[in-house]
């Protein structure tokens, strides 16, 4: 069965909160592969192509503001249909409705500052992963095995 493999990422929120192994030990139990791993402070430029179909909405700036604020844990997920499987882990964006048991119902809140801090980042398609895996890990080889 062809593997796939979706950009994860864990947000500013979550390493300060400390919830990297949270998130990484429950996609590991789900049965995916890690292929690569790294922390780092994003810069505007970035995340701008990250986010550039939310460009022009009102929550971008914040956005891009929120998730240069500190350090995320960017990592590549492999695994059949590990897209959607990330997305289903993650639960629906706002954390308040998210439902229990995923990262974002289980783990986050809102916080009265913004829906932005939902705790991770999952592409939500084929043509996304691609692109966001060659934006935030531009030296990786890009086939899934
Ligand atoms: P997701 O991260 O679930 O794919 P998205 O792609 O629609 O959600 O939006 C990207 C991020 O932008 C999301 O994780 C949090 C933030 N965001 C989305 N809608 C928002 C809104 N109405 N107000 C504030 N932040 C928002
Ligand atoms: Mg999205």
Do not use: C
Not at 16 to 39: D, I
Not at 51 to 61: L, T
Not at 103 to 113: A, S
């Amino acid at each position: 069965s062809a593997a796939e493999r979706t950009l994860v990422l864990v947000k500013p929120d979550g390493v300060r909160r400390g919830l990297v192994g949270e998130v990484l030990r429950r996609v590991e139990s789900k049965g995916y592969t890690l292929v690569a791993l790294e922390m780092r402070t994003a810069d505007g430029e970035l995340l701008g192509a990250h986010y550039a179909e939310h460009e022009g909405k009102p929550f971008f700036g914040p956005l891009v503001e929120f998730m240069a604020s500190g350090p995320v844990v960017a990592v590549v997920v492999e695994g059949h249909r590990a897209i959607e499987g990330f997305r289903s882990l993650a639960g629906s964006t706002d954390p308040t409705s998210a439902a229990p048991g995923t990262i974002r119902g289980d783990l986050g809140r809102d916080w009265g500052v913004a829906v932005t801090q939902n705790l991770v980042h999952g592409s939500d398609s084929p043509e996304s992963a691609a692109r966001e895996i060659g934006l935030w890990f531009p030296g990786l080889a890009p086939a899934a095995s």
